[in-house]
Nanobody
Framework: QVQLVESGGGRVQAGDSLRLSCAAS????????MGWFRQAPGKEREFVAA????????NYADSVKGRFTISRDNAKNTVYLQMNSLKPEDTAVYYC?????????????????WGQGTQVTVSS
């Protein structure tokens, strides 16, 4: 069992940066691929970024490539999402997710555990 807790969300202006964190419980964090997804009001959940368990593979949604960076610190059982040059369309609840032995899939149903989410609001 893995519990995930996101933090770092908030309200910012367009062009600003935020860093989201996702802290995981358990001693097997290093064996999980980690992903970030988001859901805006009235829209379906969408993939944002993912990082394989080995750290060798990353995937990004086209809409965030070049602006967002996913990283992990296995010693701290934490995955990060650095978000730069934020846009109003990035406004959403952001969720982290864990996929045992995964290779940074973009498919939400492949993930085994999910956090409760953190709100990011970007105003123009």
């Amino acid at each position: 069992q893995v519990q995930l807790v996101e933090s770092g969300g908030g309200r910012v202006q367009a062009g600003d940066s935020l860093r989201l964190s996702c802290a995981a419980s358990g001693r097997t964090f290093k064996n999980y691929a980690m992903g970030w997804f988001r859901q805006a009001p009235g829209k379906e959940r969408e993939f944002v970024a993912a990082l394989s368990w080995s750290g060798d593979i990353t995937n990004y949604a086209d809409s965030v490539k070049g602006r967002f960076t996913i990283s992990r610190d296995n010693a701290k059982n934490t995955v990060y999402l650095q978000m730069n040059s934020l846009k109003p369309e990035d406004t959403a609840v952001y969720y982290c997710a864990a996929d045992w032995g995964g290779e940074a899939t973009t498919l939400g149903y492949e993930y085994d555990y999910w956090g409760q989410g953190t709100q990011v609001t970007v105003s123009s």
